[in-house]
């Protein structure tokens, strides 16, 4: 390795128990919802399937999923080849066949909110809310649950959040928002998003935001040694001691930005102190005399978002890095999705909350 890998930071020892399969850790991140999918969703945005692959542990069945991306799409196909994927653009989606349905849930764009852009908020072409708030109103779901950047809650848009909430106040919704970070849920990465939460007002007093589950993520290095070792890297079990924090956000970008990487200059700065090159994603793990920091596997980067290891991303490089960088860790969308299930298991009456 670099005399850079050499001078060790600060390291951080980890509470969770080292393991070869990240997904271990998740199992037993938080307690699950009651078997049985006897909810429904209707997702949008759906994307490479992380929060539908949480809204599924939490018990809730895919009515219809909505996404424009092709390579996207395939990787909900070859995963789930039963769910309902309908390919196209949200804005030509109506939602009146699905009315009544139980949560109607996604990740609208971030980049009009990301501070890694311009945060044109309604004036970027990308946002979508308005088409969410759209489906709102068609579908009239018990439920609704929305995800984006933490920019969201930045002052800058309180007028815009104000109006989003006035919106669902008048179709019978309470509104919240909160920031919750996926290394609380068992993810081993920094990775901060705001999720709004509404629910019809009988429901709205029986919801609780999730608890963290007061336990350390993994570090990097626990995560993928395996996956670091795969063609026979020597020096695997030395880099996992030098990984020992969780990630940084991974960034997925856009079809504005480039080829794949790990972020902006600050984020490759972070990767480093992690013995992690940032500059680009690797086709495969290192070979066994490889000298130097190494680059994640499109594999590694699913593990550190929180994907099962058995959920296969389709595409070339770039679109699958770029499904998982924009990906709702699973793990932190099953912790919000039981909230739900469980307020919607309740109502409200007359200021008691009682059996639904």
Not at 103 to 124: E, H, I, R, T, W
Not at 145 to 172: A, T
Not at 202 to 217: L, T
Not at 329 to 351: C, D, F, H, M, Y
Request: charged share 25%; proline share 7%; hydrophobic share 40%.
């Amino acid at each position: 390795m670099p005399k850079a890998a050499a001078k060790s930071p600060k390291r951080r020892s980890s509470t969770s128990k080292p393991t070869a399969k990240v997904v271990d850790l998740f199992e037993a991140s938080h307690t699950r919802a009651a078997t049985g999918n006897d909810f429904n969703s209707l997702e949008i945005c759906a994307g490479a399937g992380g929060q539908a692959i949480g809204l599924e542990k939490a018990g809730f069945s895919h009515s219809a999923l909505v996404e424009l991306e092709p390579a996207a799409c395939t990787t909900l196909r070859v995963n789930r080849p039963a769910w309902n994927v309908v390919e196209g653009d949200l804005r030509t989606f109506s939602a009146s066949a699905y009315k009544g349905v139980d949560l109607l849930a996604g990740g609208v764009p971030c980049p009009p909110f990301s501070k890694a852009g311009k945060q044109l908020g309604n004036g970027d072409e990308r946002d979508l809310f308005p088409e969410a708030l759209r489906l709102v109103d068609e579908a009239r779901p018990k439920a609704v649950m929305l995800e984006n950047v933490r920019g969201l809650l930045d002052p800058v848009f309180g007028e815009y959040r104000s109006s989003i909430e006035s919106r669902l106040r008048k179709l019978g919704y309470v509104a919240q928002w909160k920031i919750l970070n996926a290394s609380h849920f068992g993810v081993p990465q920094l990775r901060p998003r705001v999720v709004m939460v509404a629910l019809r007002n009988e429901f709205a007093d029986a919801f609780s935001w999730p608890e963290a589950i007061g336990q350390s993520p993994a570090t990097v290095g626990e995560c993928l040694t395996d996956l670091m070792a795969e063609r026979g890297w020597r020096l695997a079990d030395r880099w996992r001691t030098w990984a020992n924090d969780i990630a940084p956000t991974l960034v997925g970008g856009s079809k504005k930005h480039g080829g794949p990487d790990l972020g902006p200059t600050r984020a490759k700065r972070a990767w480093a102190q992690l013995c992690v090159d940032g500059m680009g994603i690797a086709d495969h793990a290192p070979d066994p005399d490889f000298v130097g920091f190494p680059r994640l596997t499109a594999r590694m980067a699913a593990r550190l978002q929180g994907f099962p290891d058995e959920w296969k991303i389709t595409g070339r490089k770039t679109a699958a890095y770029r499904q998982i960088g924009n990906a709702f860790p699973p793990p932190v969308a099953e912790a919000v999705a039981i909230q739900i299930r469980l307020a919607l298991s309740q109502k409200t009456t007359a200021g008691r909350v009682v059996a639904a």
